[in-house]
């Protein structure tokens, strides 16, 4: 029975570790560079005070920037469109484990998706609590197991990001252990979902990041099948982007032409044997067509440093990184030089 008991942990172990390290090189060829320049030390904290890994990062209207950290504890952090320092929410909230994504809403009321409690907390503008999605685990029950007969409507099992539609419909990557998305109405209320585990089409390994167009349609990191796939609003699989990585981080610009960006980041082992294929981000067209890519992987300035999140909500040219390895956000300005799609086309329909 222990020989089992040590067996049965050892495999479980292997089970959530291996797609956190899975990594792929991307298969465009000739994509061309995008220029960009960094803002230095856009993020200033207050003295004494420090990020943790950069895990999440999100912009409301006004331009201010949520930072959500892994520090000694997990935080969320606000700092004004010039980077510098406002508060901090949510300090010691019973849904704040182990931080994985912050987005704003079209009301800018923020979201946090919390790993470790599996549970979303929606905060208005002024940080209050106003929405609880998921339920953290009792501390008696140890870690959450694998459901056999598929995951429940209302409880996630660590999930990893958030998205909306232009009706206030929330859909949710659910993440690390189900290998779904699930969609529920403005209030909460469960409609459906998609994915089960694995590489067919309309199936999932690691549904890590998630966004959604103006029209509804869902584009799903599906990190570790190293391509994202594209879903209608009711999670009708539509299309399938393998050309570009594997997707740690997308998002999709603002106005009446939007870009899909997607970071093929370097794992979080800082293993440099990898650096040489990964680091990049890519723009897209939301057919998949690769107009560029801009970055390379490492420590400095201007380099990216295991891209968490991407945050595009300001426009096309004015992107957001949250970097693991770095403990770091950068703010990054692109300056395109014309809006010609690369001939690699972002996959398979």
């Keep these: 029975m222990k020989k089992c008991r040590a067996v049965c942990f050892a495999a479980a172990i292997l089970f959530f570790v291996k797609p956190h390290f899975a990594q792929s090189r991307a298969k465009a060829q000739n994509v061309p560079e995008i220029p960009y320049d960094v803002v230095p030390n856009f993020i200033k904290m207050p003295p004494n005070m420090y990020l943790g890994e950069g895990i999440g990062v999100a912009t409301?209207?006004?331009?201010?920037?949520?930072?959500?950290?892994?520090?000694?504890?997990?935080?969320?952090?606000?700092?004004?469109?010039?980077?510098?320092?406002?508060?901090?929410?949510?300090?010691?909230?019973?849904?704040?484990?182990?931080?994985?994504?912050?987005?704003?809403d079209s009301q800018d009321n923020i979201w946090a998706v919390d790993e470790g409690t599996n549970m979303l907390i929606k905060f208005n503008p002024e940080g209050r609590v106003v929405m609880v999605m998921g339920r953290r685990p009792e501390s008696i029950d140890g870690v959450v197991p694998i459901n056999p007969a598929g995951p429940e409507p209302y409880m996630f099992n660590r999930p990893t990001d958030v998205a909306w539609d232009a009706a206030?419909?929330?859909?949710?990557?659910?993440?690390?252990?189900?290998?779904?998305?699930?969609?529920?109405?403005?209030?909460?209320?469960?409609?459906?979902?998609?994915?089960?585990?694995?590489?067919?089409?309309?199936?999932?390994?690691l549904p890590h990041t998630i966004a959604a167009d103006a029209n509804g349609n869902i584009y799903v990191g599906d990190r570790s099948n190293a391509r994202i796939q594209v879903f209608d609003n009711d999670l009708t699989f539509k299309a399938i982007y393998d050309q570009v990585g594997s997707p740690w981080a997308v998002c999709i610009s603002p106005g009446p032409h939007q870009y899909l960006y997607s970071s093929n980041s370097a794992p979080d082992n800082n293993n440099?044997?990898?650096w040489a294929y990964t680091g990049e981000i890519y723009k897209m067209e939301l057919?998949?067509?690769?107009?560029?890519?801009f970055g390379k992987s490492g420590k400095g300035a201007g380099e990216f440093s295991t891209v968490h999140e991407l945050d595009c909500g300001r426009g096309e040219n004015d992107i957001m990184t949250a970097e693991i390895t770095a403990w770091r956000v950068q703010k990054v300005m692109l300056h395109p030089q014309g809006q010609s799609s690369a001939s690699s086309k972002g996959g398979q329909k």
């Design 287 to 293: 057919d998949g067509r690769i107009v560029g890519k």
């Design 60 to 104: 409301n209207s006004k331009g201010h920037v949520f930072v959500y950290t892994r520090s000694r504890n997990t935080r969320l952090f606000e700092f004004d469109a010039k980077g510098n320092y406002i508060r901090e929410i949510g300090e010691g909230l019973y849904g704040f484990q182990f931080a994985h994504a912050v987005r704003v």
């Design 272 to 274: 440099s044997e990898i």
């Design 168 to 205: 206030g419909d929330i859909f949710v990557s659910d993440g690390y252990g189900n290998s779904r998305v699930a969609k529920y109405d403005k209030n909460g209320r469960y409609i459906s979902s998609v994915g089960t585990r694995g590489s067919q089409q309309g199936q999932l390994n």
